[in-house]
């Protein structure tokens, strides 16, 4: 048997008008694969139809890793890690899924690489005192080609979104509050709690005052962000980097756990 048919790729839970949709894969740091792109993916359609849910948070199970990011070792197999029948939702299934229903990201511990591309899609962001932050894709010959390269510098100062971009290095919880990439860090065991407690401070207003509020502060219309000279550029630049040596070394390299030899080529 596979994990996909005897471990569900995400778990969710009702708390009241609050859909609490958990990423389901602790043995690998919660790395996004197919399986769990198409379940958050679906878990989102399923909040999205249900009025009576008003607020999503996203976590990741377990207490190392919100989510590691993309599972390098299945991109080093070939496999595809979006959702096969609906690749359009994107990484994850969230990070080009926009829904009208308000998300918190819950992020408990590292979220590297698309682990902060999905913080940096989801509406709020409440961190747990060990979360850290970072886009390290250029240590592995990639880039953060969910959204991160464009997103991390629309949401925090330039400068600053640039060195951790440009270096891969990561950021403390602290910082990211500091920087104004979180709304709130609090103490790891009441990470949870926080979290519905603010979804629930959204769930008690009008539903349909709210869902508006959202469309028109990002800017959407008939159900998505237009955000497509972003998406071009990106698309073009991975296309472009996935026919380099250096593209195909840094995976191999993680999988075999040893340091990259760039050639730039």
């Known amino acids: 048997m596979t994990e996909a048919t005897t471990t569900p790729a995400a778990l969710t839970e009702?708390?009241?008008h609050v859909l609490v949709v958990t990423i389901n894969r602790p043995e690998a740091r919660n790395a996004i694969n197919g399986a769990v792109s198409s379940a958050l993916g679906q878990a989102l359609e399923d909040a999205e139809a249900d009025p009576d849910i008003r607020a999503i948070v996203l976590t990741g199970s377990g207490d190392k890793a919100f989510c590691a990011g993309a599972d390098l070792k299945a991109i080093s197999r070939g496999e595809n890690i979006y959702a096969p029948n609906n690749p359009e939702w994107g990484f994850a299934g969230f990070v080009r899924h926009f829904?009208?229903?308000?998300t918190i990201a819950a992020v408990n511990g590292a979220a590297l690489g698309g682990g902060t591309e999905i913080a940096l899609t989801a509406d709020l962001v409440v961190a747990a005192e060990s979360a850290v932050f970072g886009l390290p894709e250029v240590k592995r010959g990639l880039f953060a080609g969910a959204g991160g390269v464009f997103r991390l510098p629309q949401q925090i100062p330039r400068r600053l979104a640039m060195e951790m971009i440009l270096t891969?290095?990561?950021i403390t919880a602290e910082q990211a509050l500091e920087y104004g990439l979180i709304n709130r860090v609090v103490p790891d065991d009441q990470l949870l709690d926080a979290a519905l407690e603010l979804a629930n401070r959204i769930a008690v207003n009008a539903p349909l005052s709210v869902q508006a509020s959202k469309r028109v502060a990002y800017?959407?219309?008939?159900g998505s962000v237009d955000e497509t000279a972003s998406w071009e550029d990106t698309g073009r630049e991975w296309a472009a980097l996935m026919q380099t040596e250096d593209f195909k070394e840094g995976p191999l390299a993680f999988a075999q756990k040893r340091a990259p030899v760039w050639k730039g080529r």
Not at 219 to 222: T, V, Y
Request: net charge neutral; charged share 30%; proline share 14%.
């Open 99 to 102: 829904v009208n229903v308000p």
């Open 219 to 222: 800017g959407a219309r008939e």
């Open 14 to 16: 009702r708390h009241g």
């Open 168 to 170: 891969g290095d990561p």
